[in-house]
């Protein structure tokens, strides 16, 4: 059993201390340390993953995202992970861990980040076998983000008849930074899922052990936003009073929803006031935006 280690990075400070486990650490060592720049936003990680596979020796292929923390014993624990493994298991997937503060509930982007330790088939730390990833062409590249294209690959894989298990190996991910309007920025990943509909069908979300999506509400509060303008600008006064009603219930219901669960100081809950205002529309412009790159590259 060979393994080689890919690491697709934009550079961030915790390279080194990967580097230093993979380097210095117990246990068998790597065919080879493969790390490839991915700060190229055009390309995505998933170009840079399989760039990395392909340039790779090892019978296994260890992916490694560069934000993550592995222990001091990391090879020792991959190495039993991968021992003994079935020819009918493609893959194996570390259990991923998020240290959440212990002092107050967790802010709505470090409840986002933990939900990383229930993720299916995420590449944080993710072992492949490299046969499996030449039969399967490796990631689809028409995933621009770091956001579905592990989870379309292992439901690819799947599909061939191999297994993906979870192995004992534990890898720390730490709360990701955040901005005042990350999450308005992650609605970005609505164009993504259009693409995993046209791939996988209606029923994708369920396959990946997703939880349903907010777009149908978002799409409600955002045509009565809509509507309260449009009647406004036609002198329709009470429809325009009516739809901006709808537009306040839904949008205040969304936020207190997102408000609920965490610490509730006055930067979380402006916060969330705000940005629940804005997702829905951005939501709806990015779902759109996917699916209009889909119909123009089927022409």
Request: proline share 6%.
């Amino acid at each position: 059993m060979s393994y080689s280690v890919v690491i697709p990075t934009v550079g961030r400070d915790a390279l080194n201390d990967l580097l230093d486990v993979l380097n210095n650490g117990p246990g068998p060592e790597p065919v080879e340390v493969i790390v490839v720049d991915d700060s190229d936003t055009r390309r995505g990680p998933a170009a840079a993953r399989n760039a990395g596979w392909r340039a790779a020796r090892g019978d296994w292929v260890a992916f490694v995202d560069d934000d993550v923390v592995l222990p001091p014993d990391w090879k020792v624990q991959l190495a039993k992970d991968l021992e003994g493994l079935e020819d009918d298991v493609a893959a194996t997937q570390a259990k991923i861990v998020v240290p959440l503060p212990a002092d107050r509930p967790p802010t709505d982007a470090e409840r986002g980040t933990a939900g990383l330790a229930d993720a299916l088939w995420i590449t944080a730390d993710m072992a492949y076998r490299r046969s499996v990833l030449h039969r399967t062409g490796g990631f689809d590249e028409r995933f621009p983000r770091a956001y579905r294209e592990d989870a379309e690959l292992a439901l690819r894989v799947q599909d061939l008849g191999y297994r993906i298990v979870r192995g004992a190996r534990v890898t720390t991910h730490p709360v990701k930074p955040a901005t005042f309007f990350t999450s308005v920025q992650q609605q970005r990943g609505n164009a993504d899922d259009a693409l995993m509909r046209h791939l996988l069908g209606p029923g994708w979300r369920t396959r990946i052990g997703g939880r349903r999506g907010r777009l149908h509400e978002h799409a409600l509060t955002t045509g009565a936003a809509l509507a309260a303008v449009l009647c406004g600008l036609t002198g329709h006064r009470r429809a325009a009073l009516a739809s901006a009603a709808v537009w306040a219930g839904l949008t205040a219901r969304f936020a207190a929803q997102r408000i609920a669960p965490g610490p509730r100081d006055a930067r979380e809950i402006t916060q969330m006031v705000v940005t629940s205002a804005v997702i829905p529309p951005a939501a709806c412009w990015h779902r759109l935006r996917g699916e209009l790159r889909l119909r123009r590259a089927s022409r």
